[in-house]
């Protein structure tokens, strides 16, 4: 509705109101006054037949569809006419000319019914005068907001498409500035894996040099504890006293099993006993690790019962008197403290992996590591700041792609978000993303819809927003949303409906 129709809308109040009353039949309007000319016979709007003008408003009807009883409750399906001269002229059913109620504001319809009617279209016009008129000023300010929408949506559209030519020349600049470091990345990290791959495999032959000589002393100690006569060989018997090393786990260690651990000699000395070694070290317990393995056996409580009905306590209490009476004899005997060994700090030994562990690379090698990391940062750090702006401009592009009206007046509720608190939940409408309600004291959220499109009629599509794909109902369809736009002063939700809830929603932009 446009401001110029709302003002021809008051101008044709005000002429009603000072309207000269032309002589036609009763409940007849004007438009068809015509058709009733008293001088000539009348026929039926219907063209059903032609009756004397005399039988028009004669309470009885002779036409079907009741046009010769404007003025009277005779034909079922007829119409009464209310001039209301002074506010809006109106139709009303025929049944109820004369029924003892003033449907006319001008009290014309009870003209022989004797009901006390008061003419109240003066004041009806009158009333409905302001409330156009406040409609008007309502329109025009609308109007002009809406210009102003319009010209600050056609401003940002033009930074924003100018930000993101900008955008996108930055990117290419960018986009090479990334391949280039990604080559000096390249360059620099060939050096540091060739030196790291150095360092790993002198580690690695160092590491196999101290397993060879760990071996060997194990080797050594095992010749020892094996040798129990020490005669400098160790022979079948004695290699027998270590079941461990039974090749077929039955739990005794034959002889011929022995003699073939030895590689089919009686005995061996030092030197055969490195291809014997090869052949038990796997399964091999030394003394020392079979004594660790030992478990001391537990100590007896000899405490007596407690009884049920007496709380259980690990210490009894102590006497002050005696506690103090101990402090002094502890006093008189100093020298038996001194015997007593002073308690040291157990230092673990390293482990296997600790000592395994490798080395920190020598000076060279870490210069090339720091260089490389440097440009491996370099590189990050480009490649992060490229994805910024390819998110930034997509961004853009998103929201130059939206429908924000013919002439982009609904730009500015992008982004925006409008709460709109119930008795039972807190409604969020963000125009073009989602709509959403919360239970007011407490609860998850319910999406009631994404940005679907414009659902309004075709001569006023920018109406009704479309919000779908919401969160399933119970054993039903996908919540949706449809959001109707009114004019007004100010953007607020004002009021929601159920079943399929529905939020209306007053906007400044349609005042026009």
Known sequence: MSCAYLLLAISLCVSFANAVEVQRPRGVPLSKRQFYEENKPFTCLDGSRTIPFDRVNDDYCDCKDGSDEPGTAACPNGSFHCTNAGYKPTFIPSSRINDGICDCCDTTDEYNSGASCQNTCRELGRQERETLQKQAEIAKEGFLLKQQLINEAKKQREEKQGKMTEMQTNRRTMEEKV???????EVAEQP????????????????????????????????????????????????????????????????????????????????????????????????????????????????????????????????????????????????????????????????????????????????????????????????????????????????????????????????????????????????????????????????????????GPVDSKYMVMKYEHGTGCWQGPNRSTTVKLICGKETVVISTSEPSRSLERRTPPRGY
């Open 179 to 185: 391949e280039a470091l990604r080559t000096v990345k």
């Open 192 to 455: 540091e894996k060739e030196a790291k791959e150095r360092h790993l495999k002198a580690w690695e032959d160092q590491k196999a040099i101290i397993r060879a000589e760990k071996d060997k002393t194990k080797m050594a100690e095992a010749f020892l504890e094996l040798d129990d006569d020490a005669d400098g060989y160790v022979s079948v018997v004695e290699l027998q006293s270590h079941t461990e090393l039974d090749p077929d786990s039955d739990g005794a260690l034959t002889e011929a099993e022995a003699q073939a651990l030895l590689g089919g000699a009686g005995k061996v000395d030092t030197s055969s006993f490195e291809s014997a070694w090869d052949n038990i070290k796997d399964k091999y317990i030394s003394e020392s690790q079979a004594d660790s393995a030992a478990v001391d056996p537990p100590v007896e409580d000899n405490r007596p019962p407690v009884p049920d009905n007496e709380p259980y306590h690990d210490d009894e209490p102590v006497d002050e008197d005696e506690e103090n009476e101990d402090d002094d004899e502890d006093d008189d005997y100093p020298e038996e403290d001194s015997d007593k060994p002073i308690p040291t700090v157990h230092t673990p030994e390293k482990s296997e992996q600790d000592e395994e562990a490798m080395p920190p690379y020598d000076a060279e090698t870490q210069t090339l590591i720091d260089a490389a990391q440097k440009t491996r940062d370099d590189f990050d750090e480009a490649e992060r700041a490229l994805r910024e702006v390819d998110d930034q401009i997509k961004s853009i592009e998103k929201e130059l792609s939206f429908d924000f009206g013919t002439s982009g007046e609904f730009t500015y509720l992008y982004s925006q978000c409008y709460d709109l608190t119930t008795s039972e939940y807190i409604y969020r409408l963000c125009p073009f993303n989602r709509v959403s309600q919360k239970p007011k004291y407490g609860g998850s959220e319910t999406n009631l819809g994404s940005w679907g499109s414009w659902a």
